[in-house]
């Protein structure tokens, strides 16, 4: 009785760390977008050009951190919605454009100097680049 109860808690064990594994090598493509995102007075705009819900959204905070995803744009404390294929917050610190991503994106925090003036990039899942 005792080696029938360990074989099935090998066993248990052995489907447990397959499963475990499984979902430590899984690598999730990332989602593909392309946006404009401009810093002005008042805080934030964005134009989407690719794989949003929307084509252009803004907050009036130039403080505040942003959560912008393929919804939208909001604060950080967002409630994360499972659909939604990417999701980065955006915030200035210390004259820079700090992109850190949340998911869908191949990279994990992007940053660009703004100076005083508007400053605007394009981004995309896979970097930012100067607005044109």
Avoid: Y
């Amino acid at each position: 009785m005792k080696t029938l109860r360990l074989v099935a808690l090998i066993a248990v064990l052995a489907e447990l760390a397959a499963c475990h594994q499984q979902n430590i090598s899984k690598t999730v493509a990332p989602a593909s977008f392309s946006m404009k995102i401009e810093r002005t007075d008042s805080g934030i705009t964005a134009q989407c050009t690719k794989g949003c819900r929307w084509t252009s959204v803004s907050a009036d905070c130039a403080e505040c951190v942003h959560r912008i995803d393929a919804t939208g744009i909001g604060p950080a404390s967002k409630v994360e919605d499972p659909q939604v294929v990417f999701a980065f917050n955006l915030q200035e610190f210390e004259g820079k454009l700090v992109a850190t991503s949340i998911k869908g994106t191949a990279w994990t925090k992007l940053s660009w100097s703004c100076g005083r003036a508007l400053c605007s990039a394009r981004l995309d899942e896979t970097g930012v680049s100067p607005s044109t």
